[in-house]
């Protein structure tokens, strides 16, 4: 399985962007589809997921600003950023994974950097 992020970039803030993701290499949709992002020096963090029945969830810092939708056939994940600030400046990643045998598989993309000017 393979994930390839595009959209990221330099944007002002109060400025949008839209990450998309495509995975390629299973058959079948993943039971999850995400977004982390990573501050220089800090643990990664979940920005939004978004399940294939639909449930999704968000961090409290990007709720409201925050859209994630995703293609179940083609397993492809995007993330709309709106009203864009600079403490959301880092490198988001996209993830998918499978609960497989009791436990979780994930599967990561490389990251692509979101910088925020004020």
């Known amino acids: 399985v393979q994930l390839q992020a595009s959209g990221g970039g330099l944007v002002q803030a109060g400025g949008s962007l839209r990450l998309s993701c495509a995975a390629s290499?299973?058959?079948?949709?993943?039971?999850?589809m995400a977004w982390y992002r990573q501050f220089p020096g800090k643990l990664r963090e979940l920005v939004a997921v978004?399940?294939?029945?639909?449930?999704?969830n968000f961090a409290r810092s990007v709720t409201g600003r925050v859209t994630i939708s995703r293609d179940n056939a083609k397993n492809t994940v995007s993330l709309q950023l709106d009203s864009l600030e600079p403490e959301d400046t880092a490198v988001y990643y996209c993830?998918?994974?499978?609960?497989?045998?009791?436990?979780?598989?994930?599967?990561w993309g490389r990251g692509t950097q979101v910088t925020v000017s004020s």
């Open positions: 993830n998918a994974a499978n609960f497989e045998s009791g436990r979780w598989v994930d599967y």
């Open positions: 290499g299973s058959r079948f949709s993943f039971n999850r």
């Open positions: 978004r399940t294939d029945t639909g449930i999704t």
